[in-house]
């Protein structure tokens, strides 16, 4: 039989499965259709916004917005590789960072990621696109156009 469309798939896909024998073929290709618009909806739902993962727990209050935090930061992502890092303000010459929160004066991750962070605190965010430099990428330090981004910050002072 012939191929189905992945929006075939979602509307037959039930009834085939139930003939799996039968239908063995159109079966599989409708499976692989659903998988791919799974995996890409799964791309879609990881594409919006920043996850967080604390790896040493803070003691401090948390920033509000407005107020100026003082972060060191090491970022990773240089050239679609989350392993590489681009930039850190533990490199030879570099110094803590700050930054007024939550005003839009730093990519969207950082103003919603470091917003729940507390003094003292470590954790990883992962950035979607969105959330980071976005289509432009930032050329300068080897971000790609459309990277997902790693950004280990210590949150140092909040003012």
Not at 12 to 26: F, I, V
Not at 59 to 69: E, I, R, S, Y
Not at 133 to 152: C, H, K, R, T
Request: hydrophobic fraction near 30%.
């Amino acid at each position: 039989g012939p191929l189905l469309s992945p929006f075939e798939c979602s509307y037959y896909g039930p009834l085939l499965k139930k003939n799996a024998e039968s239908e063995r073929l159109e079966s599989e290709s409708c499976d692989k259709a659903l998988v791919t618009r799974e995996k890409r909806r799964e791309k879609i739902k990881q594409a919006m916004g920043v996850e967080k993962q604390v790896i040493r727990p803070g003691n401090g209050p948390k920033p509000a917005p407005g107020q100026t935090v003082t972060v060191h930061c090491t970022g990773f992502g240089k050239g679609g590789d989350l392993s590489k890092q681009f930039w850190s303000t533990k490199d030879a010459g570099q110094k803590p960072f700050s930054f007024q929160i939550g005003k839009g004066a730093v990519i969207k991750g950082w103003d919603e990621g470091v917003m729940g962070m507390q003094i003292g605190e470590v954790a990883r965010l992962r950035c979607s696109p969105d959330y980071a430099y976005g289509a432009g990428g930032f050329p300068a330090w080897g971000i790609q156009p459309n990277s997902v981004l790693d950004f280990e910050i210590e949150v140092l002072s909040v003012q």
